[in-house]
């Protein structure tokens, strides 16, 4: 089956530890799912830049998309540009590659982002939230609400969180898509899990 994983936190040369996690997690999937990464890069309005991946990544076949962002003031409508920056390139993904789930990391913009164009673009996504993105989301009330109500869309949500169940489980979220994952190969196996076809 074919996963695509689209996240700004995934490492290239220039950053070869950003999101080393996230490649960590893909390359221990990688003999279940035949993979590939759009990882996303935030920038100002008017800018942008080259990046190449690590070499230890080249199997993951990453392309870099630059989204337009802007930092703090933007935090309302930043999820809605990255959806419509990365339209196109998912378009064209899938017109030649067709994935059968989409994996994420990083609540806001990212995950936001992707819940506007699962819809049109039919696919199940599964979010990884680690405690760090959470303190950082949940203590402002205008980045909660945002985020409760896209991540609805979700089949399912692997977090190191322990305040991040009690939030959405509030919000209606279904606890049983809710994964709790301490190590690096529990979240793997909780992300494998969530991203399979459900029967029906």
Not at 58 to 81: A, D, K, Y
Not at 110 to 121: G, P, T, V, Y
Request: glycine share 4%; proline share 6%; with cysteine.
């Amino acid at each position: 089956m074919r996963l695509l994983f689209v996240s700004n936190l995934f490492p290239d040369a220039q950053e070869p530890s950003r999101g080393i996690e996230n490649a960590d997690i893909l390359h221990t999937l990688a003999d279940r799912w035949e993979i590939r990464v759009l990882a996303v890069r935030p920038v100002l309005l008017w800018s942008g830049r080259d990046w190449h991946p690590r070499a230890a990544d080249v199997n993951l076949r990453p392309v870099f998309q630059s989204v337009p962002s802007l930092p703090w003031i933007g935090r309302r409508w930043n999820h809605g540009w990255y959806a419509r920056g990365l339209r196109k390139r998912l378009g064209a993904i899938r017109r030649d590659w067709h994935f059968d789930a989409v994996l994420t990391a990083w609540l806001h913009p990212d995950a936001c982002a992707l819940s506007l164009l699962r819809d049109e673009f039919q696919f199940r996504f599964v979010v990884i939230a680690p405690d760090s993105d959470t303190r950082h989301f949940l203590k402002a009330s205008a980045y909660r609400k945002i985020i409760t109500s896209h991540l609805s869309r979700a089949s399912g949500i692997v977090t190191s969180s322990s305040e991040l169940p009690a939030v959405l489980s509030k919000s209606g979220f279904r606890k049983d898509r809710i994964h709790p994952a301490a190590t690096l190969e529990m979240t793997a196996e909780a992300c494998h899990r969530l991203l399979l076809p459900t029967v029906h």
